[in-house]
């Protein structure tokens, strides 16, 4: 990847890490510890991957995102604002009653939101259905889905794995964050789902492993998934839990609580440390 798209993902990353620190705070609730580990990711699809328009968030010809492992959009709703979809002021008002940011994402109240999740299981489901659909009418765009590890534990996940590769759904591309933990333990601990990028490959899926939260490694592995034809693709994406906040990192109980005011600021300014240290190396 080139140096300055490298740089730019980055700094996009940890914008959105503090929209996600920035909600969850603010609602006193939310689940930051899985938003943090997969904002690279959506950092790389908002920023570079993805072909929406956040002046027309309906155009039919957008490609399409499901985030399958709802309970993390904060971090959706972080890569939207960055985008421009709507203010980003709005991330402080998460989980409110009038708010159009929920829990988990909602089709019908948040622009460039293609589909309400939070039911484990079903998110990967619709996202097969909208490739189906894709095929079946001809168009080009492209679906991606994001999962958590845990939530592959969910027998609905396999269904749609293998109605997926039934139909070589080739324009479905889904990435399972593999941050090893889940709501109480690690997944060998609840129920280990291992090895996972075995189990896709015998559910007739390309298989790509990459370092989750390193854009080389996440760009190497989105070129690979493209590059292969007739059947779905999925990247087995190895991350860390609360990733950017140094007392958050790989730590189970962050799953789902939401930052005090001491630990806001110290995730804060970590965070803008980050921040500023990558704008400086861009302007050099």
């Not at 109240?109 to 309400?116: A, L, Q």
């Not at 492209?142 to 939530?151: P, R, S």
């Not at 109980?253 to 804060?268: F, N, S, V």
Request: charged letters at 25%.
């Amino acid at each position: 990847m080139d140096k300055k798209l490298k740089r730019e993902l980055e700094m996009q990353a940890v914008r959105i890490r503090m929209d996600v620190i920035t909600g969850t705070f603010h609602a006193k609730s939310g689940h930051p510890g899985g938003s943090l580990s997969v904002s690279d990711i959506m950092a790389y699809l908002y920023f570079y991957k993805m072909n929406v328009d956040p002046e027309n968030p309906d155009w039919e010809k957008r490609d399409r995102f499901v985030l399958s492992k709802g309970h993390t959009a904060p971090a959706l709703y972080g890569a939207l604002a960055q985008k421009g979809f709507f203010p980003e002021s709005e991330i402080e008002r998460l989980r409110k009653p009038d708010s159009f940011l929920q829990g988990h994402p909602s089709l019908r109240m948040t622009p460039g939101v293609d589909m309400s999740t939070g039911s484990l299981g079903q998110g990967i489901s619709v996202a097969v259905g909208m490739a189906l659909g894709a095929k079946l009418a001809g168009d080009d765009y492209k679906v991606y889905t994001v999962l958590g590890d845990g939530e592959v534990q969910e027998g609905q996940v396999w269904e749609a794995a293998m109605f997926a590769a039934a139909k070589k759904l080739d324009n479905l591309i889904a990435v399972v964050d593999n941050n090893n933990l889940q709501i109480d333990g690690t997944l060998e601990e609840v129920n280990s789902p291992y090895p996972i990028d075995e189990k896709f490959a015998a559910f007739g899926w390309n298989v790509v492993n990459c370092d989750g939260n390193d854009l080389d490694e996440i760009d190497a592995a989105f070129t690979a998934a493209e590059q292969h034809n007739g059947k779905p693709s999925v990247i087995i994406a190895k991350t860390i839990k609360g990733k950017g906040v140094s007392f958050m990192e790989d730590q189970v109980g962050w799953h789902g609580k939401a930052p005090k005011q001491e630990e806001y600021d110290q995730a804060m300014k970590e965070l803008q440390d980050r921040l500023s240290e990558l704008e400086t190396a861009a302007a050099e």
